[in-house]
């Protein structure tokens, strides 16, 4: 077992974006006719968006609006992949929660035994719900000087697992484990 804190060179990075085939992964999940919401993509290279649309959903997004400000759009589901920092993710949480919407995100694996998602989550535990991935979500990594999307990690495969953790999509049991 890996103990985070005390190894020198685990850094926390916020600039993993979501690869097109893991948000394909739970795209049968998602009616068509709901408006998707990508609420953290604030000054990010990432492709959700364009990867959304591309699959054949309605998104509303914008790499200038701060999930922490109020924007006047509809939409019916947020999905979206949030910085990993926890200070950030936690507030990200609680935003989520006060807007009381459907939402799904990718999270480490590892967030669904702490605390503070207890105490966010409080007495609203019945409304979450957990997507286990065959595998481990992939992410891409933006490449600056070349201005390019690239495999992230050594090898392209995070060290760590993650998960889509649900709110109020009310999924059936046997739709969450994706094969």
């Known amino acids: 077992m890996c103990d985070f804190q005390k190894c020198s060179t685990f850094n926390i990075d916020n600039e993993y974006y979501t690869k097109k085939e893991m948000w394909k992964n739970i795209s049968h999940l998602i009616p068509k006719d709901k408006i998707i919401y990508e609420a953290c993509i604030l000054n990010s290279n990432s492709k959700s968006i364009e990867y959304w649309k591309e699959l054949g959903y309605n998104v509303v997004g914008n790499k200038e609006w701060d999930i922490f400000d109020e924007h006047d759009i509809e939409w019916d589901i947020c999905i979206t992949n949030p910085p990993f920092e926890t200070i950030i993710k936690q507030n ?8 009381d919407k459907p939402f799904i995100i990718v999270m480490n694996a590892s967030n669904t035994f702490t605390s503070y998602l207890r105490e966010i989550f409080k007495d609203k535990f019945k409304d979450l719900q957990t997507i286990i991935p065959k595998g481990k979500i992939l992410f ?11 495999k ?17 999509m009310n999924f059936k049991p046997e739709e969450l484990w994706l094969i």
């Open 152 to 168: 992230a990690g050594r090898t392209g495969t995070p060290a760590f697992y993650c998960i889509y953790l649900c709110y109020k």
């Open 92 to 99: 990200i949480l609680k935003k989520l929660v006060e807007w």
């Open 140 to 150: 891409e990594k933006y490449d600056i000087e070349n201005k390019t999307m690239e």
